[in-house]
Every structure is written in C-alpha cells, then in structure tokens.
C-alpha cells in the first residue's frame, strides 16, 4: 500500500513538471508550435531560421548579442556580409542567402539592411516576417536619400563623413564610399554603447558606396509580408520621426520603442531578441 502512494504521488509529480516545463515553453516561445488544423493535428512545425542583415558602418558582428541569445534557444541563425555596394546587387545577394535556407524564415536587418531587405524577400514564399531594426522600410521608387534627410536630427551630414575612392569592377571607373568620421561615430551612431568597444567599432566600420544611397527601391515586401519595428528614440542615424513614419506606412504588427542608440541591437540584444520571437511565433 505505501509503495503505491508513493508511486503514485510520483506520477502526479512527474505530470505536474511536465505541465509546468511545457508553460514555460509556450511562454518564451522556444518551443515547437503545435499544428492544430484538421489536416494536420498532432504535428509540430518547423522552428524558422532567422537571418539576420547589418547595414552601412558595421558589420554582422554587431549582431553577435541577439546571435548567441537565439543559439542559446534553439534557433538556427545566418547573418551574411551586406556587400554595401548598391541596393539592387545588395538585395539579389541577400536573396540568393535566402533561397538556399529550407522552410521558414524570419528576416531582420538593421539600418540601410532594411532597404536590402525590403527588395529581396519579395516574391519569396519562405519568409514569414520582417523585422526591422532602426532599419529604413523603403516604398517603391524610394532612395535612401529620399528617406534619410526627410525629417531632420541624422548626424550623417556631409561634415562627419569621409570619403574614399576605391577600384570599381570596371577599369574605366572608381567607386565613391563613405565612412562616418571617429570623432563623432559614437556620437552619431552608437551613443548608449562603451566607449572602447565604440572605438573598435569605429575602426572597423564597413563603408556604403555613395551610388547605394541614390538607388531606387523596387517593390516593397512589407506590403504582404508581416513586419515588426524596434526603434532607438536617440537614433542620431534616423532620426525617430522617419521611423515611426515608416512603420505606421508599412501596418507594422508591431512598433517597440527603446530608449536606445542607432546601435540598439549592441547595446540591447535582449530587447531585439524578444521582439524577432514574437514574429517567429506568429508565423507558426
């Protein structure tokens, strides 16, 4: 008799842990989703990966915070080098990411990455959310000058660029690029975060080509694909207005706002993470 008590009240604990494990599953979405259409009850969903896109003055490193936070729950990460080099070439090589990944995938991008974005899941059936991240969400016909200079607060004034000439692919021509100067690249870019790491950063920028930022962008893919907004209130890159104009023009699911830099992804990976799960569970 008391061996049954207690396997019983073994069982009864067993079941409760289980219950409870599975709550916090659901609760932080590192779970599988479970498939409850009639075609498909019982089965469980594929987990998204997320490929996530820098933009100009950085590179995917500035992405290792969320990388490791996602990793560390399961999920599957890519975060290709952005070529900076022109938004349609940028985009047809994003895309070329994008169609060798199977199944579902969420997509962020940061700053100009939002404008490589916008084109290259276009037309792509695998992509079930955008996620933006101080990133611009261009309409068609729209250049990143277009946008940039629309409302005013940007540091990125002629004054604290430089740039450089480098060789174009066609040995009749050179490229233009720019890079944000050190003395104000954390002013400008990355206020809220340290200031030794801003330093590295400023040394290793990634340069835009100055034709990227005259391109026009072509259809845009928020307009049938879900997206999601994080946006800085100190951005000193976008300024806040043009964010939150483009969020509402894109019928953003939704809109976070943190106090928080251009750099917000390095500064507050946690903050990003927890939105790109939001958009990963609704697309399960």
Do not use: C
Not at 24 to 50: D, E, F, K, M, W
Not at 235 to 240: A, E, K, L, Q
Not at 254 to 281: K, Y
Request: neutral net charge; hydrophobic residues 45%.
């Amino acid at each position: 008799m008391l061996s049954s008590t207690i396997t019983e009240r073994t069982r009864h604990i067993r079941v409760a842990l289980a219950t409870m494990l599975i709550g916090i599953v659901s609760i932080v979405g590192i779970g599988l989703a479970v498939n409850t259409s009639a075609s498909g009850a019982g089965q469980l969903r594929t987990r998204p990966t997320i490929v996530l896109v820098h933009g100009s003055f950085a590179d995917a490193s500035g992405f290792n915070g969320v990388i490791e936070r996602l990793q560390a729950l399961g999920y599957s990460t890519i975060a290709p080098s952005n070529p900076l080099r022109g938004v349609t070439s940028d985009a047809a090589y994003v895309r070329s990411v994008l169609d060798s990944v199977d199944g579902p995938i969420v997509l962020v991008a940061h700053s100009y990455g939002g404008m490589v974005i916008t084109n290259a899941a276009t037309g792509n059936p695998n992509v079930k959310a955008l996620v933006y991240v101080n990133g611009f969400a261009p309409a068609e016909g729209e250049t990143v000058n277009d946008l940039a200079y629309k409302y005013p607060g940007s540091m990125l004034v002629p004054e604290n660029l430089t740039i450089r000439t480098y060789p174009s692919t066609d040995p009749a021509a050179s490229g233009q690029e720019a890079y944000i100067n050190a003395d104000v690249f954390r002013q400008a870019f990355a206020a809220d975060v340290d200031r030794h790491a801003t330093a590295a950063m400023a040394a290793t920028q990634r340069p835009i080509d100055l034709a990227a930022l005259a391109q026009p962008s072509g259809p845009p893919a928020w307009k049938t694909i879900p997206s999601w907004f994080v946006i800085g209130k100190d951005d000193n890159t976008i300024p806040v207005a043009l964010h939150r104009f483009m969020a509402q023009r894109s019928g953003a699911r939704r809109t976070v706002e943190l106090r928080a830099s251009h750099a917000l992804m390095v500064s507050q990976p946690a903050a990003v993470v927890g939105v790109i799960l939001e958009a990963a569970r609704y697309q399960q």
